[in-house]
């Protein structure tokens, strides 16, 4: 009997399974608040200016300048001193700066360590090392999380992000800083991608796409609460090392009421540790049933048996043993689609023997064939659809990142814009899985980056006030908030087409390769806001170049609405042209 098959029979919903989806799906929104409040804790648009030479006023010191026709007082250079007169000279700031919004306790990292003016550029850095960390840890929590199991990996992650985030608090010297931000960024894939990956493996293909969709809900919650959470602690330091104390009083909850996934110790041939558990769910539901759930595993069972969630979420996906072919989850049919890492290889048929020794069953796998990310360049298909996968994920990952970056260097007050930008991501779960169901894959996902595009192109060139001196600020946020829902819709929609497109034997090479090089944008995505100081307009104007490149470039992909996933090689590189039709 295979694991769903199992859970049919078990249920889904006893208060042992709800216990252990609440809290993997809290360790997601703990390791969202520490992933996107870099947006705030990092903030590139604090307001400073040079602190005057004394006996001298900010107002004497400070000249202005022009910035999109209006003049402003410039925030790195002040008129020089010498033998104590003033001077018309303009020089660099002489005497440090001043930041206005200390006065009322708020600080963040730019004003601890004066990364402002030309040191501004290692703010950036410092937020892209924080990216470039969540590179790295997808790959190497994703690989822990296959040899060691989901829960300690999870476990582990949950607890060093307490105490690297709360180190991150009492940090003063910026090298350091760097090194504890990149560490943060490796750990943190342990609570969302493991802990996402955790939650859907609990539920059957009919039911898989419900619970992905609440665990994204838990990850939306997450990302609201940031503004909420900086606005009662203005003072950065207490703000990190609050968010990362808060972790911890759900480790003795990980500890005494979560449980290892089933599907990854049946793979393991861990059986005995399952059917404990199995046990305890049915007890917990007063479910009957005669003898073991598990009761062997032979050799024409293997295939069932070892059905694992690395082969049904494009996190990890695997095939079934023994040539069976497999059947991945994908959002809009019957589930979600997730990025993850790539282990760089792929068995396309696994011959399984089985070995008993000493009552305990072990499952031997002799791969016949793999596959690497160099196959999915040797065919012209594949090299198309490889190529458009990858720079969707890089465009709509510069977009989404980067607009929670910008969201503080809009017009009004930055907590409240970010938090409506994250508020807008809740609608947009429920509108895609409608969306696609009416007009497919191609089409929506065309008319997201497009909108994109234009909306991106309206933020960067509206100004703050016009001419008769109307203020435009709530017209700005509120095409932010929408620009922000069709950059997240897009976002969804290109999980989905990535798993797609992709081969069975290819697809975990295929789409966590896609994911790495989506990472890269999120790395890159401050270098670009930065460009707001060069001109204002810069960084969305850029959003909407890659946005309207990404939009004609879906035209190419073929349209796999109610078409089977492509298995093999050869169905891979044979998936051309388009169906019409709704799911």
Known sequence: ???????????????????????????????????????????????????????????????????????????????????????????????????????????????????????????????????????????????????????????????????????????????????????????????TIIGYNRCVEMFTPKTRLVGSMTNHYFATFGLVMVAPIAVLLPNWRHFQLAVSLGCLPLLPLHWFFSYEALRWLVQKGRLDEAEDILQKIAKS???????????????????????????????????????????????????????????????????????????????????????????????????????????????????????????????????????????????????DYFVVRRFGRRRPIAFFFLASAVLCILIGFLPEKTADGTDLTVLIVVVAMIGKFYVNAAYELTMLVGAEVFPTVLRNVGQGSAVTVGRVGSIVAPFIIYLKDVASFLPMTMFASLSLVACLSVLLLPETTNRPLPETYEDGSKLTGSTKGSL
Not at 101 to 129: F, K, W
Request: one cysteine or more.
């Open 1 to 191: 009997m295979d694991v769903d098959s199992i859970l049919e029979v078990v249920g889904l919903y006893s208060r042992v399974q709800v216990h252990n989806f609440v809290i993997f799906s809290l360790s997601v929104s703990l390791g969202i608040i520490q992933l996107t409040s870099v947006a705030i804790t990092i903030d590139q648009s604090v307001e400073h200016y040079c602190k005057p030479s004394p006996g001298f006023t900010a107002n004497q010191t400070t000249p202005f300048v022009d910035k999109n026709g209006r003049q402003v007082p410039d925030s790195c250079h002040m008129f020089d001193v010498r033998n104590g007169s003033l001077t018309e000279n303009i020089t660099n700031c002489q005497n440090g700066w001043v930041y206005p919004g200390a006065d009322h306790g708020e600080t963040n990292v730019l004003t601890d360590l004066d990364l402002v003016c030309d040191r501004s550029i290692l703010a950036s850095t410092l937020m892209s090392l924080h990216f470039a960390g969540t590179l790295v840890g997808a790959y190497v929590t994703g690989q822990a999380a296959d040899i060691f199991g989901r829960r300690p990996v999870a476990v582990s992650c949950l607890a060093l992000t307490s105490i690297i985030g709360a180190a991150i608090s009492f940090t003063w010297n910026l090298e350091l800083m760097m090194a504890l931000r990149f560490l943060l960024g490796i750990v943190l894939p342990g609570n």
């Open 285 to 431: 539901k007063n479910v009957k049933h005669e003898g073991r759930f598990l009761l062997h595993v032979s050799k024409d069972d293997v295939p069932l048996a070892l059905r694992s969630p690395d082969e049904e979420t494009p996190d990890n996906v695997s095939e079934q043993v023994n040539g069976n072919e497999s059947a991945p989850f994908v959002s809009g049919q019957e589930g979600k689609t997730q990025n993850g890492p790539t282990t760089g290889l792929w068995r396309e048929k696994v011959t399984s023997d089985v070995e008993d020794k000493g009552g305990k069953r072990t499952v031997l796998e002799k791969p016949d064939r793999r596959y690497n990310i160099l196959d999915l360049f040797k065919t012209r298909a594949l090299i198309k659809h490889t190529t458009i996968v990858y720079y969707m994920w890089f465009s709509v990952c510069i977009m989404y990142f980067g607009l929670l970056v910008y969201a503080t260097s809009l017009t009004g007050n930055k907590y409240l814009n970010f938090f409506l930008l994250a508020l807008v991501e809740a609608p947009v779960y429920c509108h």
